[in-house]
């Protein structure tokens, strides 16, 4: 292994730590620290913090120890790389590639791409972000913090999806989406913005007898599970499609209700 190999941990998926492009094999524990540091890479993260994240309410009474021995573990495996994993007071930091951080980037090149209204670019960046989940995140982890950091991870994945078929839409990759789309909103029924993108995918490929199916499949969702009504956007889009107003034929169109 070179000195100073770089350092990779991947979240999104089954946890991985590379070293010099070569996966490192790690404990359980080992692989639940070094998620957790990689969670706020380069931040201190406290032993006390490590301790509850890794044991929550029921920590071993050698827990402090527990944790210098996983820190010096990890170390050794990461060899001539042993410095990314510092001690710094009150506990210790990561210096890594974390692959939720590129993915975070990539999605800000993609939103800034949208803002200047080109849409391929956005296409593009948001490809490349969704292309870094391998599977559900922090694969393999079962400590107690990884819950709430899944469930969180998992929601910034689902409001990508969705911002990356804004984009397909308004590069009018309406047909191409139609099936994924479909399979997404099937999958999470509630997130109405995905909805009023599949209406306006159908009903842009001339299928707009199954765009009102899919609002009036959403609404009557809404009032047995809820009893509301669906939002103020997506009954604009339903009426809009009804109507046939052109600006739903158009995916130049920047203000489309339900897709905000």
């Keep these: 292994m070179t000195q100073g190999a770089t350092v990779q941990v991947l979240l999104l998926g089954p946890i991985e730590l590379r070293v010099g492009g070569r996966q490192v094999p790690v404990s359980p524990l080992e692989r639940a620290l070094v998620a957790l540091l990689a969670l706020t890479p380069a931040r201190t993260v406290s032993t006390t913090a490590i301790v509850d994240a890794l044991w929550g309410d029921h920590p071993p009474q050698s827990a402090r120890t527990r944790v210098q021995a996983l820190v010096s573990g990890v170390r050794r495996k990461l ?148 009893g509301v009504e669906p939002c103020p956007q997506l009954q604009e889009l339903y009426q809009c499609i009804l109507v046939h107003d052109p600006c739903v034929a158009s995916a130049s169109h920047r203000g489309l209700p339900g897709l905000r």
């Design 79 to 226: 060899a001539g790389s042993a410095d990314a994993l510092a001690t710094r007071a009150p506990g210790y930091a990561l210096v890594a590639q974390i692959d939720n951080v590129l993915f975070g980037r990539l999605l800000d090149v993609g939103r800034g791409c949208v803002a200047a209204r080109d849409a391929e670019r956005a296409c593009a960046a948001f490809d490349e972000a969704m292309n870094l989940w391998r599977g559900p995140a922090l694969g393999g982890v079962d400590a107690p913090y990884a819950g709430v950091a899944r469930a969180t991870l998992s929601e910034a994945q689902l409001l990508a999806v969705e911002e990356h078929a804004e984009a397909q839409l308004a590069c009018g990759q309406h047909a191409a989406l139609t099936p994924s789309l479909v399979e997404f909103v099937a999958t999470h029924p509630f997130r109405e913005r995905s909805r009023g993108q599949l209406m306006v995918a159908l009903y842009r490929s001339g299928r707009q007898s199954e765009a009102i199916a899919v609002y009036r499949a959403g609404r009557d969702l809404l009032n047995r599970e809820m």
